[in-house]
């Protein structure tokens, strides 16, 4: 079952959440509903430091055994951090993707690419829809 | 001769069930304006007996040569009776590439130590479980540089097997990436200078081999610097497997990728085919690598067992976005690789001494004959380039004796006229060599 | 099982070098010291340990000579012993490549007829023998497909390839700097013509596709597909992977493919070896036989010789001209059976095929309900749905009944799939004791779900961590 999703962050149709932290920084990461779709997770290809992304381009790449998956940008910036523990231990996405297992610390570059994500009330009802 | 084992009852029968009126009607899909009667051209059947008959027959329009004395890039070598007994059990011999791990756990370790052999072999910590051969291999290894680079240009020694420098010009060509070659010194070996200067930031991979295909030994170290310094990554080929038994690897003098021809690791030469695509590389490229890989992990008991593993990396899961296509690969031939490493163990170093040892007996033979000479000074392993009076006379004479005779260098390098490259491997006696000598003069 | 590492023991060897005749000489003073390797690590191991660690590793590996495979899109047929027999003549292993042509005529001379034959089988106008597996030719024959255009001086950088396409259909496009798009299928299981209508322009370079395709369904439109992808000057590009259905039937060359990459180890019954070697021949139509890879073999002064003369080549894509011992078992395969027995090998694949679908139907969901070829496709959804056991656990028990398992979870548009590919060399009895352990997993499935997960039983090991393998990758062993 699938952790609640928490309300103090955004979420991308895709599948990603982004935390704003209020400095023109966010964090971003897949959502518990993403990690539980792509079942154990194997590896995490996390983007360079300095790495600029456009809102809606692939940033990172997750794979499982059978499957692997772009994850994309939810909002344009700067890759100003990354995870590095996933490149040990990838499995931190499965058990907490919400926290601990975050991917990217992006410089927004545009603060408007945050307005047409989702709130968690949303995004429950999306991924509600998906199950069926 | 048919395979097929039903009877007439059978497929009565068969047919009721799927409630089919005749066979044809399984046909029914196909439009009838392309469906064929008969097959044009094709011959009738033949009985088992009919048919060895006729193969025999072929096969005797075949000359088999009492000496063959050219190697670039196939190497006869005696080939232990037990890699045919063991290549041939029916369990490895008639099974698919290994999906369903818990029935394939025999091709899978073998594979896994065969990927163990040749890591230790090429100086490198990883081999995948093989290409379709070493020019594959190699034109594999760098299409991988330029993906991983978003670099285009790929430089390359000239002094590289002549087909396998066309082979990475297809690869390269199709990807849209280009191939600058780099000229050979009074050596025989890469131009260093040229190549540093050729060197800029848009090579992805610089691609040498050693021994490389005038035999000569290259030094890899400056080479790797080279590369590095300008952010490319060192491809470094061999020709014949077993130079590996005496020669400092190319992984160890750091290569990036070690990528070659392994049909010297028991497996004949076989008119070109099957052969073996050897790809060895650093660790850190694990996850890039093309083809198939066999790894260790545990049943759910806790038992060693082996899987086809991080096949995320190949074409039937990232489709498109795969850095190479291959599915098929040369499994029994890396099966036959391993068995015969295993065979040899330390006697591979041997063997490859007694190669150089037969290799100088020839060259100090063929050097006596009025007017030939080296050409090259670097040192060689198992082959090396003689310049003559008239290198087509010479292998007029040896093939008028049965015998396959060198290659002609000036088919792909125009400057090198009357210049042969001879190989010699243990199969060549003494008299065998001493003749070839008389033959010549 | 204790690796070949593991018994190693100092001192030991299971292969003697012999004495040499010639005198022995300093190697550092040959080579010089600094191009000698430190050390040679590789096992130590007498004979008979070896042959019995081998022997003992073949055990634990299933073969078609073990039992039946119905490996899905693999054509596990079996593969007769004369073939090998043939293969092991010392003409056919003991010539070197670069022989001189006097040496190889038999070679030659087998090999052009083998072009001659595959042309005339496929309806060709021309066959390269080159490329070593089918993913290699089908790589070879988009690199024509590219120059072809190149010659033309046409700029198309698209590649149409149905949603039901192996992976490596668009792999090789995207090898060739083809962007590739995805043609949808049609309820039937086939072409989706207004699809393919729309995506077709002159952008496109063309459509890969693989007929009967991966459903095992013929694809009944075939006239219009090509019409609609030549209509816009594009070729069509046949992946003859499942060839086994309609030799003596009908030829990709009347249907209107422009290239076709065959597997020999399928279609024409080489033993596989583990994953190869294979091979991959590559036909093409008349436009683009100046685009195969060189060398090619052509008549001189009325005897067979290689030639690279031919300036439109795409080049080569292999060192050698291809895995000439896996073509001289193909060869012997099509000269034993000859015209009548290849159709016939064709009636009982396809008739094994349907009378293994109308046998699991009742029990397993059967997508697309009509006629089938080589190979039939089912789903395990009924089986998830019911008491969710999934399409690999039925799998992986079939282990335990002596099968190897089909072919799953592709194509990847039919949820949990079960591909299964009987082959014409398998009898009745094989393929009812093979449906009854069908049917027999479904129930159990039912009743005993557990069980089922459990599997396989019967093996030397259970199921393997696969998450472990990737996530921790050990591919090669090292000393503790």
Known sequence: MSKSNPTDRLYSKDHEWVKDNGDGTAAVGITDYAQEMLTDIVFVELPPIGKKVAKGEPMAVVESVKSVSDVFAPVGGEVIDVNKILEETPELINQDAFHEGWIARLKLSNAEDLKPLLNAAAYDALIKEEKH | MDYCPHTPQDIHQMQAVIGAGSIEELFADIPQKFRIRQMPGIPASLSEQETLGLMQAIAAKNRMPRVTLTGAGAYVHYIPAVVGHIIGRAEFYTAYTPYQAEISQGILQAIYEYQTMIAHLTGTEIANASMYDGASAMAEAAVLCAKMSNRSRIVVARSVHPQYRQVLQTYSWANGYTITEMPYTATGQLDLAALQNALDDSVAAVVVQSPNFFGCIEEITPIADAAHKNGALLIAGFTDGTSLGVLKPAGASGADFVVGEGQSFGNPVNYGGPYLGIFAAREKFLRRIPGRLAGATVDKNGRRGFVLTLQTREQHIRREKATSNICSNEALCALAAGVYLAALGKNLGKLAALNIYKTQYLKNNLLKLAGWKEVFSAPVYNEFALRCPDAQAVNEKLKAAGMIGAYDLQKDYPALENTLLFCATEMLSKDDMDRVAEIIS | ?480
């Not at chain 3, 073949?58 to 495979?69: A, I, K, T």
């Not at chain 3, 043939?86 to 040496?103: I, N, Q, R, Y």
């Not at chain 3, 992808?229 to 070729?235: A, P, S, W």
């Not at chain 3, 699991?360 to 008491?387: I, T, Y």
């Open chain 3, 1 to 480: 099982m204790e690796l070949i590492f593991e018994i190693s023991k100092p001192g030991r060897s299971a292969a003697d070098i012999p004495a040499s005749d010639v005198p022995a000489i300093d190697i550092d003073e040959i080579i010089g010291g600094q191009y000698r390797r430190a050390d040679l690590d590789l096992p130590e191991v007498a004979e008979v340990d070896l042959v019995r660690h081998y022997t003992n590793l073949s055990r634990r590996n299933f073969g078609v000579d073990l039992g039946f495979y119905p490996l899905g899109s693999c054509t596990m047929k079996y593969n007769p012993k004369i073939n090998e027999n043939v293969a092991a003549l010392p003409g056919f292993t003991g010539l070197h490549p670069e022989a001189a042509d006097e040496f190889a005529r038999g070679n030659l001379e087998l090999m052009v007829d083998m072009q001659k034959l595959l042309s005339g089988i496929f309806g060709m106008a021309d066959f390269t023998l080159q490329p070593a597996a089918g993913a290699h030719g089908e790589l070879t024959g988009v690199m024509m497909i590219k120059k072809y255009f190149e010659k033309k001086g046409e700029k198309r950088h698209l590649m149409l390839i149905p949603d039901a396409a192996h992976g490596t259909n668009p792999a090789s496009g995207a090898l060739c700097g083809f962007d590739t798009v995805t043609l949808r299928s049609n309820p039937e299981g086939g072409v989706d013509l207004e699809h393919l209508e729309s995506l077709m322009t002159e952008d496109v370079a063309g459509l890969m596709l693989t007929n009967p395709n991966t459903l095992g369904l013929f694809e009944r439109n075939i006239e219009k597909v090509a019409a609609i992808v030549h209509g816009k000057g594009g070729l069509l590009y046949g992946d003859g992977a499942n060839a086994n259905a309609f030799l003596g039937k009908t030829r990709p060359g009347d249907l209107g493919f422009d290239v076709i990459q065959l597997n020999l180890h399928k279609t024409f019954s080489t033993p596989h070896g583990c994953g190869g070697p294979g091979s991959g021949p590559v036909g093409v139509s008349a436009k683009l036989v100046n685009f195969l890879p060189v060398p090619r073999i052509i008549k001189r002064d009325s005897t067979w010789a290689w030639s690279s003369d031919f300036p439109d080549t795409i080049g080569r894509v292999r060192a050698f001209y291809g895995n000439f011992n896996v073509i001289v078992k193909a060869y012997t395969y099509i000269r034993s059976l000859g015209a009548e027995g290849l159709t016939r090998a064709t009636e009982m694949a396809v008739l094994n095929a349907n009378y293994i679908k109308e046998r699991l139907k009742p029990c397993f969901d059967l997508p697309f309900d009509r006629v089938c070829m080589h190979e039939c496709v089912f789903s395990g959804n009924r089986q998830v749905a019911e008491s969710g056991v999934h399409t690999s656990d039925m799998a992986k028990r079939l282990i335990d009944f002596g099968y190897h398992p089909p072919t799953i979870y592709f194509p990847l548009i039919v949820p949990e799939a079960i591909m299964i590919e009987p082959t014409e060399t398998e009898s009745k009895e094989t393929l009812d004791t093979f449906c009854d352990a069908m049917i027999a997993i479904a129930k159990e499935a039912k009743e005993n779900p557990r069980r089922v997960k459990d599997a396989p039983l019967s093996t030397p090991v259970s199921r393997l961590d696969e998450v472990l393998a990737a996530r921790k990758p050990d591919v090669c062993w090292k000393r503790s």
